[in-house]
């Protein structure tokens, strides 16, 4: 689809949302989206380089996490990080299972793409320096959450998680990048050890962010940062 459609969809849908009265996600969370855009172009490298080992581009890894970005307040994950990742790491993700940074990847998130990677020979192979020898033990998960802790190890793990999407859904087929999007965004917010029918059965569901009286779909959104930053 050429920019010019898209626009003129786009604007389509402002004016019904217009006309029924609801308020489109940028319009709720400007200031958000906008912090969402300036990461993006701090991080635009990191996210080359991601996409760099992985079929697809940069602008698709940041659609997959533009939502998450555009809530995340750094104020309150250091106050949820420091209450929770000490009993994470005594005692793993059934205690204490929690979102961590900018892209609010959760421990139990990271510890399914290991044993996903682990069980394929290929993904074992590229990324191994992910993998550890023993992934139940305390040193595993506290290293599991320092890394967490950082914006290149997001990042990474962003990476991983399209080349596992790749993989796991190799013979699925898309109309356009967008339907795709759409798919690996719904993935990575509901769950990507998910069957195809789960994760698809959640495309029209608004549930983000949590606990808002104006919930919408996370990959409504996510497309529309995705197109926003295509131009």
């Not at 697809?56 to 106050?79: K, R």
């Not at 917010?189 to 996370?218: D, R, V």
């Amino acid at each position: 689809m050429n920019t010019l459609w898209i626009k003129i969809i786009s604007v389509c849908f402002l004016l019904a949302n217009f006309a029924t009265g609801q308020r489109t996600y940028q319009q709720c969370f400007p200031a958000a989206c906008q912090d969402a855009f300036d990461f993006y172009s701090e991080f635009e490298q990191e996210f080359n380089v991601a996409a760099a080992h992985t079929k697809n581009e940069p602008d698709f890894l940041f659609g997959i996490v533009a939502p998450e970005l555009s809530q995340y307040n750094q104020i309150n994950d250091y106050w949820e990080l420091y209450a929770l990742k000490a009993l994470y790491a005594q005692n793993g993700p059934g205690y204490a299972d929690f979102s961590v940074g900018c892209f609010k990847m959760k421990p139990s998130f990271i510890e399914n793409l290991e044993d996903f990677v682990a069980s394929n020979e290929t993904l074992k192979n590229k990324y191994v320096d992910i993998l550890f020898d023993d992934p139940e033990i305390k040193a595993a998960r506290v290293t599991r959450v320092e890394r967490l802790e950082t914006i290149e190890w997001q990042i990474r793990y962003l990476g991983v998680f399209c080349d596992v999407m790749n993989l796991k859904f190799k013979n699925k087929t898309y109309v356009s990048n967008e339907a795709k999007l759409a798919f690996y965004a719904t993935a990575y917010n509901s769950g990507f050890h998910k069957s195809e029918g789960e994760i698809q059965s959640m495309y029209n569901k608004k549930l983000f962010p949590a606990k808002t009286k104006e919930p919408f779909n996370y990959a409504e959104i996510a497309k529309w940062f995705y197109n926003e930053i295509k131009g």
